[in-house]
């Protein structure tokens, strides 16, 4: 809050939520230009989270670095990427998902308290699910992330994890038949791109000091994984984002859940560049803009790329983000009543995009 006082050009604090607790749950947006409801719906929008487990608390230290970072001017590259990256760019930051369970972390023995203020409660599995039924009472929290990417069309997200050292990506869930081989993977048709993504965050999670953090019995081959190949669970968040037209990584990003507090600046030291790059890896894929024949803008259209079931939808403006790696593709505009044809586009190998207008013979 202190920080919104202190930079009301760039930033935006809003709530999606309130606890059980009565804790509210803020998310910090920020851009070049003065963020605001009406902006969400003309910009590109990325989301990263943190806390969703009680005591998983570097994610939430983290991201509060990265807030002082990226409104502090420096010479640094890594803030120049970022400046540029937020020209189009509003990043909403979600500090803590879960704030009731950080405090009740805090009160206890070894701080081990990975649910709300219900300890048997476990956020990662209390979503919608799309390959098993998940018939269980929604959480005050799932809720509030449910109502929020109804609100904002976000094109890319992390929730950040404590606890191993992986870049987990979708599906985190299988179907039934399939739950019983653990060496299964269950891989989406944006494969490739989650892959690259993952990859560009990887080299940190490599790194000896953080490795050096984890037991014997805590340290994975750090690396990149396939959710349901790591393991299969029912009610993620990552899932349910992608299902509802986000890109969406769980980031496990130290061994330790709740460290000495000294050692979280080396974690937001260490992860910096990883953050950085990721993020400014998400400038790829189509850009683009649906339109009438009067060149009025069109909301809520549906962009289907041919062989991906993944779709985004325009926002309130028209406009449209859709992540692709560099090659070939035919799009298809889906809107109501309307037939349209497919348009072929061709994203560019470099970091960017391709610009579309889309007119609609309406
Ligand atoms: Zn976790």
């Not at 540029?84 to 701080?111: C, R, W, Y």
């Amino acid at each position: 809050m202190e920080i919104n006082a202190k930079y009301p050009d760039k930033t935006y604090l809003y709530s999606i939520g309130t606890t059980k607790e009565n804790r509210a749950i803020l998310v910090l947006a920020i851009s070049l230009i003065k963020p605001s409801r009406l902006e969400f719906q003309k910009y590109k929008n990325v989301k990263l989270i943190g806390n969703i487990h009680g005591d998983e608390a570097v994610g939430r230290e983290l991201l509060l670095h990265f807030i002082e970072y990226i409104l502090t001017p420096s010479n640094e590259d890594g803030y120049k990427i970022l400046n540029s990256f937020m020209k189009e760019t509003i990043i909403h930051i979600l500090p803590s998902l879960n704030p009731d369970g950080f405090e009740h972390a805090l009160q206890v023995e070894n701080h081990q308290w990975r649910g709300n203020s219900d300890p048997n409660v476990d956020l990662n599995r209390n979503f919608p699910d799309y390959f098993m039924e998940n018939d269980v009472p929604r959480e005050l929290e799932t809720v509030a992330v449910m109502n929020w990417l109804r609100e904002i069309n976000f094109v890319f997200s992390i929730s950040f994890h404590g606890g191993a050292l992986v870049v987990s990506y979708p599906y985190d869930n299988k179907n039934p038949i399939s739950q019983s081989n653990p060496s299964n993977e269950n891989l989406s048709d944006d494969d490739d791109v989650f892959k690259h993504l993952s990859k560009s965050y990887v080299g940190v999670l490599q790194q000896d000091a953080i490795i050096g953090q984890c037991s014997r019995e805590e340290y994975i081959e750090p690396g990149i994984t396939n959710g349901a190949k790591w393991y299969p669970i029912t009610g993620g968040m990552q899932d349910y984002n992608y299902f509802n037209g986000v890109f969406e990584l769980t980031i496990e990003l130290s061994c330790p859940k709740f460290p000495e507090p000294t050692a979280l600046l080396t974690y937001w030291n260490s992860h910096k560049d990883s953050i950085i790059r990721i993020l400014d890896e998400t400038r790829r894929g189509i850009r683009g803009r649906v339109l009438t024949i009067n060149k009025l803008p069109v909301p809520y259209a549906e962009i289907y790329v041919k062989n991906r079931i993944h779709n985004v939808f325009t926002n309130n403006e028209g406009y449209f983000w859709r992540l692709l790696l560099p090659g070939s593709y035919v799009i298809k505009v889906n809107i109501p009543n309307v037939t349209t044809q497919f348009f072929p586009v061709q994203v560019p190998l470099n970091t960017g995009y391709v610009d579309v207008e889309l007119v609609l013979n309406i």
